[in-house]
């Protein structure tokens, strides 16, 4: 690693990959990178720090061979580059990896773990030792507000990390967080989640107990301590730990006791106890109790490193948060919008009670976007029970509805609820055609810009029109003819290329919506006129072709998948997820596209 000056980052788009290329860059190394797409706020960083990247794999970004490669985990064995390293023996780490042999040697290894609250809690820690004066170092899994970026290298004692229990590499199945070497650790919480990787919740435990293992004696682990709430599953985790552990929450028993709770306008208060006497008395612009447990664990770790309940009052009093953990994005004629990041039910839950405790009085309407593994577990439904009040599910349209007691959203009461409120939204949509077998118009959808995360319903075929606009130059063809296969017969047709075209599918940042669907496409074939066209798959999501003038790709895709993520093609209804049938091309999302569904099922259209 002494020897290295350029370092390649392929996947150089991902949240915390551009944080790293910044981090390298201003560690000294000359940085290039590439993705299949890179967005805000990864494509704004990059571009103010300079960082050139390309906006597509291909080997030759290889020539000349960089010094080291950093291989994100969302790159799978098949992408270009990543060939190219294997193939000329190019040295390559993960990111953890990287942290662990770049950033974390010398440094006293802050880690913030656990199921929720990671990154509020991570950047609450950094606000906390940047107000007093102690330089940190951090990365965050979200962008900091009080900092305007996902990282820092203050110069300071301490790495404070986000640790992610997912996986690290195609070739490191492990833990991320692993790579870390906690000396002060936080476990904030304990729940199953990623199913996509950990089969059962046992397995997922035994990720944090082993982790709670890498903590030395001399090291210290901080957990949420309300067995009732957090579940008796985080206090096993460190009950075998050999450094002191402290446990903070709401009852007397534990070492941080929150109480004296109060809100005035957009503010929090509350007093913290520590062992029994008054630690001091705190404010936060972040409402909701989930919130206070989140700086107790913070402040517990910076009393630990020397500072003082002073300090850490005036920093909590001016932290700003994350992007998107309850952002206010604005408010027109009396609705105020807020957005929020939570993706698992009870994250969901603790973010509608504190939108009810910030703004009592207002009506809520909680619009959610149910694409987690966690929100689609049947099991789910027992944190919701008893709720909090309301749920109300977006279509891409004004609609509402509640989720009683009896209904709660396992995946298929979500489905049935869905299908009930798009039928009622129906009435009021505009449709664009009929039926082509009784000579009018196929049924189309017309988008100014293209965005694929939400699910539409047939049943009978309804599809809502989001937008209208010109003439769309991008079209899908979806045939449902054969719905007993549950296959889709896709056809897209893509004018004016110049070469080369990259498609991909939509939901690329997710890792297991990238699984789910690069095993369900079939038979993917692409042609430039009459003519075949080469393809190139890039990566499980991602394929180039290899053509010019109007380029015609068909394939199929298999689902039959019951919930609101997923799609669902049978004899009586479709459900679908655009998301997991269409691909999209990255650099063209502008533009306008049309979709097309002739000839539906019979029995749908009477």
């Known amino acids: 690693m ?10 150089i788009g991902g949240s915390a990959m551009a944080p790293l290329a910044g981090m390298l860059r201003e560690h000294g190394f000359r940085v290039t990178g590439s993705d299949s797409g890179v967005y805000p706020p990864a494509s704004t960083l990059l571009e103010n720090l300079g960082i050139s990247f390309y906006h597509s794999f291909d080997a030759a970004h290889l020539q000349p061979a960089p010094d080291l490669a950093v291989i994100g985990n969302v790159i799978a064995r098949g992408n270009p580059e990543l060939e190219e390293v294997l193939d000329r023996r190019i040295p390559y780490r993960s990111l953890p990896e990287m942290l662990e042999e770049v950033f974390l040697p010398g440094k006293h290894s802050i880690v913030v773990s656990g199921t929720h609250g990671k990154t509020t809690t991570t950047a609450m820690l950094a606000w906390i030792f940047q107000t007093a004066g102690k330089g940190p170092n951090f990365l965050v899994g979200g962008v900091a507000e009080n900092f305007g970026k996902s990282y820092g290298l203050g110069g300071g004692e301490e790495f404070i990390l986000e640790g992610d229990e997912y996986e690290t590499a195609f070739w490191d199945r492990g833990p991320k967080f692993f790579h870390y070497h906690p000396d002060d650790l936080i476990v904030t919480s304990l729940e199953y989640d990623h199913a996509d990787i950990y089969p059962d919740f046992e397995t997922y435990q035994l990720a944090f107990r082993r982790l709670v293992n890498l903590v030395p004696r001399r090291g210290k682990v901080v957990l949420w301590g309300d067995t009732e709430e957090s579940g008796p599953a985080l206090g096993r985790a460190a009950e075998k730990a050999f450094c002191p552990v402290e446990k903070y929450g709401f009852g007397t028993g534990n070492d941080w006791v929150a109480t004296d709770f109060a809100v005035e306008g ?65 408010e027109m004629r009396g609705v105020l919008l807020v957005d929020d990041f939570a993706h698992h ?59 009683s007691e009896a209904r709660r959203p396992a995946a298929h009461h979500v489905e049935w609820e869905l299908r009930r409120i798009v039928r009622k939204a129906a009435a009021r949509a505009r449709l664009s055609g009929t039926d082509s077998r009784r000579g009018q118009s196929p049924v189309s959808f017309i988008s100014a810009r293209k965005r694929f995360p939400v699910p539409w319903l047939f049943h009978p075929l309804v599809l809502l029109v989001f937008a209208t606009s010109s003439e769309a130059t991008i079209q899908y063809n979806v045939s449902l003819e054969h719905p007993e296969q549950h296959l889709f017969h896709v056809t897209m047709t893509i004018p004016d290329v110049k070469g080369v075209v990259t498609v991909q599918m939509a939901a690329w940042n997710a890792l297991y919506q990238i699984r789910d669907f690069s095993a369900h496409v079939q038979q993917l074939e692409a042609f430039a006129g009459a003519e075949k066209a080469a393809i190139e798959k890039l990566d499980k999501q991602t394929w180039r072709i290899q053509g010019s003038g109007t380029i015609t790709v068909r394939y199929a895709t298999y689902w039959d998948e019951i919930g609101p993520f997923g799609t669902q093609l049978n004899a009586e209804h479709a459900f679908i997820n655009p998301a997991m049938i269409l691909l999209y091309i990255p650099d063209r999302r502008a533009e306008n596209v049309v979709l097309s569904i002739p000839n539906p099922p019979e029995n749908w259209l009477r």
């Not at 002494?2 to 996947?11: A, C, D, L, N, R």
């Not at 008395?281 to 972040?286: G, H, I, M």
């Not at 107790?296 to 309940?309: D, F, K, Y």
């Open 2 to 11: 002494k020897e290295t000056t350029h370092v390649h980052v392929i996947g």
């Open 266 to 330: 957009e503010r929090m208060g509350f007093r913290i106890d520590h062992r029994g006497k008054l630690f001091g008395e705190f404010s936060l612009t972040a409402t909701g109790k989930h919130n206070a447990l989140n700086a107790m664990a913070a402040m517990a770790v910076a009393h630990g490193r020397g500072i003082s309940s002073q300090q850490i009052a005036e920093a909590l009093g001016t932290f700003r948060s994350v992007k998107r953990r309850m952002d206010v994005k604005g």
């Open 345 to 403: 039910p009870t994250a969901v839950k603790a973010t509608i009670e504190a939108a009810r405790t910030r703004w009592p009085g207002r009506r809520l309407w909680a619009i959610l976007e149910p694409r987690s593994n966690s929100m689609r577990r049947s099991r789910c439904s027992q944190t919701w029970k008893g709720g909090a009040g309301v749920l109300e599910l977006r279509c891409d349209c004004r609609v509402s509805g509640s989720v």
